[in-house]
């Protein structure tokens, strides 16, 4: 069954550095998000994007985040100058489209954990 | 979006029938309600989702009062690795771009040897 990964599966940064995360999305979707999880916490929605452009974003994605998708195959999350509390777990998902009576639901990688020291 | 309502934990034994329960009595009617679970150290799972019929297939079982105002996801046999915590959510159609997924606390099922 075709599926989500995430690269790396861990990765420590300085805090002030800049950090990418990697995601391949199921070949055939459209639809691309990010997500986050503090060690202990609800899964969070932090942006979604589709037709190379940020559909939604949530109040935690601020100037210090960015989304891209560089290629037909990758989707990368950026953050720029990181702080200590972005140290978290984060999940890319990606869903197809089809005929919404058979609607297909939104699929996770095992995400990337961040830690910043 | 409809809020949810399940219990923080439950315990099963293995082999027997898991049964977890979601309240969600301000669900509207374009609303469906959606199962995910979260094993320990990976990614939210999708399991199953319905909109007003009991669905099935092979992970689960669910079903919807009809009323809509509940439901009940079912693992039939419970085994060690059905351990998670699992999510019911409730999402207008996903089929916009408008479609965020929001996670509750969920239900962490213990399933006990």
């Given at each position: 069954?075709?599926?989500?990964?995430?690269?790396?599966s861990?990765?420590?940064?300085?805090?002030g550095?800049?950090?990418?995360?990697?995601?391949?999305?199921?070949?055939?979707?459209?639809?691309?998000?990010?997500?986050?999880?503090?060690?202990?916490?609800?899964?969070?929605?932090?942006?979604?994007?589709?037709?190379?452009?940020?559909?939604?974003?949530?109040?935690?994605?601020?100037?210090?985040?960015?989304?891209?998708?560089?290629?037909?195959?990758?989707?990368?999350?950026?953050?720029?100058?990181?702080?200590?509390?972005?140290?978290?777990?984060?999940?890319?998902?990606?869903?197809?489209?089809?005929?919404?009576?058979t609607?297909?639901?939104?699929?996770?990688?095992?995400?990337?954990?961040?830690?910043?020291? | 979006?409809?809020?949810?309502?399940?219990?923080?934990?439950?315990?099963?034994a293995?082999?027997?029938?898991a049964?977890?329960?979601?309240?969600?009595?301000?669900?509207?009617?374009?609303?469906?309600?959606?199962?995910?679970?979260?094993?320990?150290?990976?990614?939210?799972q999708?399991?199953?989702?319905?909109?007003?019929?009991?669905?099935?297939?092979?992970?689960a079982?669910?079903i919807?009062?009809?009323?809509?105002?509940?439901?009940?996801?079912?693992?039939?046999?419970?085994?060690?690795?059905?351990?998670?915590?699992?999510?019911?959510?409730?999402?207008?159609l996903?089929?916009?771009?408008?479609?965020?997924?929001?996670f509750?606390?969920?239900?962490?099922?213990s399933?006990?040897p």
């Amino acid at each position: 069954e075709p599926e989500v990964t995430q690269t790396p599966s861990h990765q420590v940064t300085q805090m002030g550095q800049e950090v990418i995360l990697r995601c391949v999305p199921i070949s055939n979707h459209l639809y691309f998000y990010w997500y986050r999880q503090i060690l202990g916490q609800k899964v969070e929605f932090l942006v979604s994007f589709y037709n190379n452009e940020i559909s939604e974003k949530s109040e935690i994605f601020d100037d210090q985040f960015s989304v891209e998708r560089p290629d037909g195959s990758n989707f990368t999350l950026k953050i720029r100058s990181t702080k200590l509390e972005d140290s978290a777990m984060y999940f890319c998902a990606s869903r197809g489209t089809g005929d919404p009576l058979t609607e297909q639901p939104q699929h996770f990688g095992d995400g990337t954990r961040l830690s910043i020291l | 979006d409809a809020k949810t309502t399940q219990p923080p934990s439950m315990d099963c034994a293995e082999g027997r029938a898991a049964n977890l329960p979601c309240n969600h009595s301000t669900i509207s009617g374009n609303e469906y309600v959606y199962w995910y679970r979260q094993i320990h150290s990976q990614g939210p799972q999708y399991i199953i989702h319905g909109l007003k019929n009991n669905e099935t297939n092979e992970m689960a079982s669910l079903i919807i009062t009809e009323d809509r105002k509940s439901s009940t996801l079912i693992l039939p046999h419970a085994t060690l690795r059905d351990t998670a915590v699992y999510y019911c959510i409730v999402n207008l159609l996903m089929k916009t771009s408008y479609d965020k997924v929001i996670f509750g606390p969920g239900t962490s099922l213990s399933v006990i040897p």
